[in-house]
């Protein structure tokens, strides 16, 4: 998941990259999860997840942290439809996927890279979650 703040909301910017992050802490995580069908190469459907999850930023040398809200499409393989359970749980398998998605943040303390990949298992399969598409974080004060 990339994030890019808000330049209206930040200071003035200073040339060259931004500060290194030091720490991401994971903010309230809200039940934002929506089914979604993510178009994918030529008109192929597959199923996904929106993630949205608020953090604070923390650079290195700033004073505070930048509180972002990241967002990120992640698609599934295989198909969910392939597992019976998915049918009958699918309020249970998203919730499942994204709270996969904030642990992760949590435990390693960084923000996802867009070519990260994760694993979710529901019922007796093991998914693979591929970033299909990211939408810049908004960064407030």
């Given at each position: 998941?990339?994030?890019?703040p808000?330049?209206?909301?930040?200071?003035?910017p200073?040339?060259?990259?931004?500060?290194?992050?030091?720490k991401?802490?994971?903010?309230?995580?809200?039940?934002?999860i929506?089914?979604?069908?993510?178009?994918?190469?030529?008109?192929?459907?597959?199923?996904?997840?929106?993630?949205?999850l608020?953090?604070?930023?923390?650079?290195?040398?700033a004073?505070?942290?930048?509180?972002?809200?990241?967002?990120?499409?992640?698609r599934?393989?295989?198909?969910?439809?392939?597992?019976?359970k998915?049918?009958?749980?699918?309020?249970?398998?998203?919730?499942?996927?994204?709270?996969?998605l904030?642990?992760?943040?949590?435990?390693?303390?960084k923000?996802?890279?867009v070519s990260?990949k994760?694993?979710?298992?529901?019922a007796?399969?093991?998914?693979?979650?591929?970033?299909?598409?990211?939408?810049?974080?908004?960064?407030?004060?």
């Amino acid at each position: 998941m990339a994030t890019t703040p808000d330049r209206s909301s930040s200071p003035a910017p200073s040339k060259g990259a931004p500060a290194p992050i030091v720490k991401v802490r994971p903010g309230p995580y809200k039940n934002s999860i929506k089914d979604l069908e993510v178009k994918d190469g030529a008109n192929s459907k597959h199923r996904g997840i929106k993630l949205v999850l608020p953090v604070d930023v923390l650079r290195k040398g700033a004073k505070e942290p930048e509180q972002q809200t990241l967002q990120c499409v992640y698609r599934f393989e295989p198909d969910p439809h392939e597992e019976p359970k998915y049918n009958k749980q699918q309020e249970a398998f998203y919730q499942n996927a994204a709270a996969c998605l904030v642990a992760n943040v949590t435990q390693h303390g960084k923000l996802p890279e867009v070519s990260d990949k994760f694993e979710v298992v529901f019922a007796k399969t093991t998914f693979i979650l591929t970033a299909c598409s990211t939408q810049s974080a908004t960064a407030s004060r």
